[in-house]
């Protein structure tokens, strides 16, 4: 009965999708090394059959846009149009330790699975899941020489070793079947709509969320009971809505210490206004700073 519940080193690597593939994801990745601090954004940005087999348009990494798919094998692959065959990335199925062959980019042929278990400490957590691959470059001073990848997230962390020295790249957001996984340590404010557009009389409901993950906490001052506010405004950017218009408030000094996410909600109802596009803009009633998202949307008859 034991041996039901063994599982092959690739097995378990294809039952895990260590690039999930999904038209719309997305990765943003901060470099850091030898070129200074920039950014990079990685897109899935639709489908593409040959041969009868379905490929994933990434684009985002340096001078080109890769047609990728993860095969049978738990293989991930790149089709090259020009010599019309796939080539090898990763090849997930492989077994820990055992070199084969990858075509990744050119100044790089050989790579291994180091473990499937490494710890990686990245902008957005520590984690002891991830699979970590090693290459040799195979052009002196460039190439790349690791990549470590999370089960259900993708590539993570890549170092690229070049003439000026040596690289890194990190994740530091992902968004993944339509939904932000990971981000990084950072303050970031916004606000959604649950609806592009509206009727007059229709509920609008408003999610406004403050993220700040970066020590110390953030100090908020809010100098009375009000926590947030919300404004429609017209194209020549008239109020024609203000939700705090009509309401009182306590006056209640109140101090708020975040680390982590705070989301505030509410539902107004959308005014008798002419058919149009319009914009929210949602705040919070702190002092000091603003913290401010527009949104825009239509009203329709």
Do not use: H
């Amino acid at each position: 009965m034991a041996a039901a519940f063994l599982f092959s080193a690739a097995a378990l690597a294809q039952e895990a999708d260590y690039f999930p593939l999904q038209t719309g994801n997305q990765w943003i990745y901060k470099g850091s090394g030898s070129t200074g601090a920039s950014t990079l954004v990685v897109e899935v940005t639709g489908t593409e059959a040959i041969g009868g087999k379905e490929y994933f348009s990434v684009t985002g990494f340096p001078g080109q846009t890769l047609l990728l798919r993860m095969n049978d094998a738990g293989t991930l692959v790149i089709y090259d149009r020009e010599e019309k065959r796939e080539k090898t990335w990763v090849a997930f199925g492989a077994t820990v330790g055992e070199a084969f062959r990858t075509e990744v980019e050119p100044c790089t042929s050989t790579a291994v699975i180091r473990t499937r278990q490494g710890e990686l400490k990245s902008p957005f957590g520590e984690f002891s899941n991830a699979l970590q691959v090693g290459y040799q470059p195979s052009c002196a001073d460039a190439g790349l020489t690791s990549e470590s990848f999370l089960p259900y997230v993708g590539l993570v962390q890549r170092t690229v070793t070049t003439i000026a020295g040596d690289r890194k790249w990190d994740l530091i957001y992902t968004r993944l079947g339509g939904f932000s996984v990971f981000t990084g340590r950072e303050v970031s404010f916004q606000a959604a709509l649950d609806a592009k557009e509206y009727k007059p009389g229709d509920a609008m409901t408003v999610r406004i969320s403050l993220r700040a993950t970066l020590a110390p906490p953030l100090q908020l001052t809010f100098p009375t009971g009000q926590d947030y506010d919300l404004v429609l405004q017209n194209e020549k950017g008239e109020q024609v809505y203000r939700w705090s218009l009509a309401r009182s408030f306590p006056a209640v000094f109140r101090q708020f210490p975040l680390l982590g996410e705070k989301n505030w909600a509410l539902t107004v109802t959308v005014p008798e206004v002419p058919p149009g596009y319009y914009t929210a803009i949602a705040s919070l009633a702190v002092t000091g700073p603003p913290y401010e998202a527009a949104i825009p949307f239509a009203v329709t008859k």
